[in-house]
């Protein structure tokens, strides 16, 4: 796409997200043809649809497809739901003999009683598989937990009906690049979260007086907001320029680090600029804070992710250019 496709692609998937949410906006984003796009340039269109999800505050199916949409490479049709590992995890299930124990999440499926995809591990020892599940030998249930509106059901139980679709470096290599969509993706929609927080509190503190002053006009006001807008940006640029590297599994994974490291200085400074008004219900900061905290922990938080990093670059012998700037 060259620059002014891409501002209209931005333009129109910003106006749908601002107009509806949930199973809504998925069917808006259907009749748009959204699939064929993220199928023919994914790089556009997963950064343009999670980036107006963020500033919107809205969510739809969209995980669900970026992470499902190369499924037909290990012989899955398309439909399938791919289950998400919970947090602090790495797959979704663990295999024991002929049976496979699942604990996992869906986030914003289009029908839960779709076949159900998931990357599992042997219980001892190396190995890795994708195998297809029907949803009906599984419990799926439905929870509110801290964001609602994220759609999220808990998928669990043990198996033995599985069917195994890819294993070994066909399997990782499919869950590698899926996974690193997927947090790109989340990277692009929390980025989007968070220079709304920002604005939340900017606004707050240059109409808010105290001392005979505007409270924006504080020093360690600024200093916080400043902090929180080069923590966001430097996110944003990670997440962007992810998409050129040679190496997306490492850029991926490099680029979620450093948006979670955004989401805790900027939730801090923003919520603390917001004073009491931060810490209630009537004003939307809440909703922006839940959502940007939430999706930091899918597909692996700052926190577990760093060490996985640090190990792949010793075992590499070296740190590779992730892009040329």
Known sequence: MDVHELKLLDDTLFEMAQSADG???????????????????????????????????????????????????????????????????????????????????????????????????????????????DPSELAVIGRAGMDPGLDVSEVSGTVSGHVVVAQMEVASSWWGVAQARGRLALCHQIVGDLFVMIEQARWHVSERVQFGRLVGTFQAVRHKLVEAYVATTAAQCTAETAWDSDDLWLAAATAKVVTGNAVSVTAAHTQQLLAGIGFTSEHPFHQFMKRALVLERLLGSANELAPQVGRSLIERGEAPRLVQL
């Open 23 to 133: 199973r809504q906006l998925t069917s808006l984003l259907d009749d748009f043809g959204w699939l064929e796009v993220l199928t023919t340039d994914p790089d556009a269109a997963i950064r343009a649809l999670f980036s107006a999800q963020g500033r919107t505050g809205h969510w739809s199916a969209g995980l669900h497809d970026v992470l499902a949409a190369d499924l037909g490479r290990i012989g899955v049709d398309g439909g399938a739901n791919v289950v998400l590992p919970r947090p602090k995890s790495s797959v979704a299930g663990v295999q024991r003999d002929d049976t496979v124990t699942v604990n996992g999440l869906l986030v914003g499926p289009r029908d839960v009683t779709s076949p159900l995809v998931l990357a599992v591990r042997p219980q001892d020892g190396d190995g890795f598989a994708i195998i297809s599940v």
